[in-house]
């Protein structure tokens, strides 16, 4: 026999729904839209570490593609539960070597499917102490993941909040005008991994925050260039959504140097309206589990001598459309 990967050991060993106490019972869940707040619901009563029924993760998806983050509280989990988990929702995001993104290994060409976003454990811990600026996961893939979910293990006394921006309120919100001229729009994002791997030199460890943030023509092309939807329809509930990050470099196709990079950056500084922004403060044992195709994150940063450890997963998506 040969050995399983981590994946399949993962859900070879997931409880079933025969085994009682491992089974999630459906009527103990609720899902409670967070009050006041621009996207995000949180689930109570649910243990991640348990066999889900059918019913509860429908429902889940249900509530992911209306309101774009759930947020798990009060989870315990080694890495072989939190796998089995999130795969009810889709395939591990596994990139080709040829698009690195963050944790890409030199020896697999493509990250692990649990990726450690810390400052904590030593050598194989992404992202450091900085702030990551808004962004959506893996946007300048052929094929960037739909969604991530985050699982908070330690946290610092001191910064370390993720805030998340609802890019479906933000597109609604323009004008009539503005709508029109953009939904034809493609966008080329840029990939920033790509940009630090070639300067070696650039102690900014987490490939955000250091390209110029619109590649004019005279400007060389680093890296492979995947256009896609500058407005993107979402697969599950057709809302068209913002499909911009506010930082990386970007460029839009066909379009002249100036009028381009102006309408980004005017849809940048829209996007970053508190009004379109939920900020999570962490508390351990929370799962973040968010809807990358309508949303976009960010980090604020927080003081290097704490510590803070949260494991990442991201799931496989589509082709936008
Ligand atoms: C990520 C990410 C934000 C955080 O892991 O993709 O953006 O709060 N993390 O660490
Ligand atoms: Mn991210």
């Given at each position: 026999m040969t050995s399983l990967t981590q994946l399949s050991q993962a859900i070879h060993d997931a409880p079933r729904w025969h085994q009682a106490e491992q089974f999630q019972n459906p009527t103990e869940i609720t899902i409670v839209p967070l009050?006041?707040?621009?996207?995000?619901a949180a689930v109570f009563g649910l243990d991640a570490k348990k066999a889900?029924?059918?019913?509860?993760?429908?429902?889940?998806?249900?509530?992911?593609?209306e309101h774009l983050i759930l947020v798990f509280k009060n989870q315990s989990l080694d890495d072989?539960?939190?796998l089995a988990f999130a795969s009810y929702f889709g395939s591990i995001f596994r990139p080709s070597a040829d698009n690195p993104v963050l944790a890409t290994q030199e020896d697999s060409g493509t990250p692990p499917d649990v990726v450690p976003v810390s400052n904590a454990v030593g050598k194989g811990d992404y992202t450091g102490h900085g702030e990551l600026?808004?962004?959506?996961?893996h946007q300048w893939t052929p094929l960037p993941s739909f969604?991530?979910?985050?699982y908070a293990i330690e946290l610092p006394q001191n910064g370390g909040q993720t805030a998340w921006f609802n890019t479906i309120k933000a597109y609604?919100?323009?004008d009539d005008n503005t709508k029109q001229?953009?939904?034809?729009?493609?966008?080329?994002?840029?990939?920033?991994f790509v940009r630090f791997q070639n300067n070696k030199g650039t102690p900014k460890e987490d490939g955000y925050g250091t390209s110029p943030k619109y590649r004019f023509k005279d400007q060389p092309i680093i890296g492979h260039a995947y256009p896609h939807p500058l407005v993107r329809t979402h697969p599950e509930s057709g809302r068209k959504a913002l499909w911009l990050n506010t930082h990386s470099e970007v460029e839009l196709v066909n379009e002249d140097d100036q009028i381009g990079s102006e309408l980004i950056e005017k849809l940048r500084e829209?996007?970053?309206?508190?009004?379109?922004?939920?900020?999570?403060?962490?508390?351990?044992?929370?799962?973040?589990?968010?809807?990358?195709?309508?949303?976009?994150?960010?980090?604020?940063?927080?003081?290097?001598?704490?510590?803070?450890?949260?494991?990442?997963?991201?799931?496989?998506?589509?082709?936008?459309f």
């Amino acid at each position: 026999m040969t050995s399983l990967t981590q994946l399949s050991q993962a859900i070879h060993d997931a409880p079933r729904w025969h085994q009682a106490e491992q089974f999630q019972n459906p009527t103990e869940i609720t899902i409670v839209p967070l009050k006041d707040e621009a996207l995000g619901a949180a689930v109570f009563g649910l243990d991640a570490k348990k066999a889900q029924s059918g019913e509860t993760i429908y429902r889940l998806k249900q509530a992911l593609a209306e309101h774009l983050i759930l947020v798990f509280k009060n989870q315990s989990l080694d890495d072989l539960q939190y796998l089995a988990f999130a795969s009810y929702f889709g395939s591990i995001f596994r990139p080709s070597a040829d698009n690195p993104v963050l944790a890409t290994q030199e020896d697999s060409g493509t990250p692990p499917d649990v990726v450690p976003v810390s400052n904590a454990v030593g050598k194989g811990d992404y992202t450091g102490h900085g702030e990551l600026t808004p962004h959506a996961d893996h946007q300048w893939t052929p094929l960037p993941s739909f969604g991530s979910l985050l699982y908070a293990i330690e946290l610092p006394q001191n910064g370390g909040q993720t805030a998340w921006f609802n890019t479906i309120k933000a597109y609604e919100a323009l004008d009539d005008n503005t709508k029109q001229y953009i939904n034809q729009l493609q966008l080329i994002t840029y990939n920033p991994f790509v940009r630090f791997q070639n300067n070696k030199g650039t102690p900014k460890e987490d490939g955000y925050g250091t390209s110029p943030k619109y590649r004019f023509k005279d400007q060389p092309i680093i890296g492979h260039a995947y256009p896609h939807p500058l407005v993107r329809t979402h697969p599950e509930s057709g809302r068209k959504a913002l499909w911009l990050n506010t930082h990386s470099e970007v460029e839009l196709v066909n379009e002249d140097d100036q009028i381009g990079s102006e309408l980004i950056e005017k849809l940048r500084e829209h996007i970053l309206k508190p009004e379109f922004r939920y900020e999570h403060q962490w508390e351990q044992g929370d799962i973040v589990f968010w809807d990358n195709q309508a949303t976009l994150h960010s980090r604020r940063p927080f003081p290097s001598d704490q510590r803070r450890l949260l494991k990442r997963i991201s799931l496989a998506g589509g082709r936008p459309f």
